[in-house]
């Protein structure tokens, strides 16, 4: 059974960091695209923050651009997201999602989530 289990939210102050982990089970996360993802509290739909191709180089969204940072740590089939300079904008339910969709479109996980909350 494949689960991707998130990891490192919690309340920080704003300019603080988080790491936030997406362990991967039953998967091999080397072989995926996989993405951070936040709903932000009101929102109906999930965004895309940053992802890290299966080959290639990451891409951010602008709003995150320069402060948050993804990467690979495949020897513990973890990818992680560096989150700096938060603010009360980057409150949201964030979101891990590994996927082949390009080849399979049923290739397609998702985490239940970690939030992370801006606060002072």
């Known amino acids: 059974q494949v689960r991707l289990v998130e990891s490192g939210g919690g309340v920080v102050p704003p300019g603080g960091s988080l790491k936030l982990s997406c362990e991967g089970f039953?998967?091999?996360?080397?072989?995926?695209?996989v993405a951070w993802y936040r709903r932000a509290p009101g929102k109906l739909h999930r965004e895309l923050v940053a992802e890290i191709p299966w080959t290639g180089s990451a891409h951010y969204s602008d709003d995150v651009k320069g402060r948050f940072t993804i990467s690979r740590d495949n020897t513990k089939n973890i990818v992680h997201l560096q989150m700096t300079g938060l603010g009360l904008e980057d409150i949201a339910a964030y979101y891990c999602?590994?996927?082949?969709?390009?080849?399979?479109?049923?290739?397609?996980?998702w985490g239940q989530g970690t939030q992370v909350t801006v606060s002072s």
């Open positions: 039953g998967i091999r996360l080397s072989e995926k695209a």
């Open positions: 999602n590994a996927h082949r969709r390009w080849v399979e479109p049923d290739d397609d996980y």
